[in-house]
């Protein structure tokens, strides 16, 4: 297995490229199976969990053509996704345990032909994270479901209705699943308590252009009124805002100064505020953000993950990696999975100073931290070691690295491309 072995100590000086956002390119792919025209998808980020996607609609019925360019350019590659005839509605475990997001074409498959059958995705590292959510709200909506030898068999025999459906926790994927899902539904759907993130609102917006007819956009309250049919569209992925995040982590952790293109700050907003109450300098450029810390140290900061527009329990991880040479101490509180401090141990193991009372870890900063032989454990956890060995003295080895495939499109290259001492070991 591969691993990334980085000599840390260089300040981070220079460009980055920010790739289009996995998490609005995944729902937005789905899509493709609410309409039989073609959905055209541009700045599509290059990454394992978009081959998992295209693989398993692939297996569904969907025709993919690919271009673009794939060197991690600020525009990314370009999909065009035709799912002409659904051959099968049937989503295998062996895909939807890869990926959780696998989830999200049971609300466009139920929508289009009456009926799906979706692995159940199981629990992974962060936490159980189930999907009882999603398939109340399809219930609501009409759907017939069972659970049977791991698997959701959902039917709508008479197809979907209207209905008013109120989350009772902000769900991302639920709020994407039934989004999708009463497009097609006959009549009016209120979707109540709905996730406000920037990849429902680009999921929206995608479906609006396919001819949905969807009000509230943003809000926490989503109106959709169903049509019969939808049609094909074009549409471009907007921004990563968890790699445009990380990337400033780099740049405050090392103490440089780095531009990342194409990031958007109404995207980054709580975590801007974060960062500069930290001591690090965030302004707007042309070509996007421009992010500075070189001189003043880094102050701890308290922060409590919570649904978009508040600080993204996606960037958590990575804050910490930064608390760890923080001068002062900083409570971090995770609110949204129950198990996602499992970079904890490995950033300890780097001379970090943590300790973990429920949700919350207190991060007591050290003057440095030294490099070590760590694990990855999930997507996050595993690029706040790599945040970490950018900053420690000595050596950092990071094993398991296939889980920053998942999201980080030419993690090395972007790094080294500012001065990082960061390589690959191919295992
Ligand atoms: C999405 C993101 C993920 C991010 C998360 C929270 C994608 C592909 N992934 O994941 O990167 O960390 O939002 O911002 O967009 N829950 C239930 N029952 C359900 C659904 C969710 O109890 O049916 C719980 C989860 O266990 C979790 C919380 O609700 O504690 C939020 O999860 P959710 O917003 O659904 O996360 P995902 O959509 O899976």
Redesign the pocket.
Known sequence: MDQIRIRGGNPLKGSINIAGA??AA??LMTVSLLTDEEITLSNLPHLADISTMSHLLSDIGVDIAMDGNVSGGHSGRTFNLKAKDILNTTAQYDLVRKM??SILVLGPLLARCGKARVSLPGGCAI?????????RALEQLGAEIELSEGYIEAEAPKGLSGAHVIFP??????TENILMAATLAKGKTVIGNA?R?P?VSDLAHCLIAMGARIDGVGSDTLTVEGVDRLHGAEHAVLSDRIESATYAVATAITGGTVDLIGAQFDLIESVSDILMRAGVEISKIDSGLRIKRENDSIQGVDVMTE?FPGF???MQAQLMALMTIAEGASMITES???NRFMHVPELCRMGADINVHGASAIVRGVDKISGAQVMATDLRASVSLVLAGLAAQGETIINRVYHLDRGYENLEEKLAACGADISRIRG
């Open positions: 996995k998490n995944l729902p959780r997001a936490g159980t994270r189930p999907v009882d959510l999603h398939l926790t902000v769900t991302v994927g639920g996730a993130e990849e649904p993204p329990t996606d949204i999975f129950e």
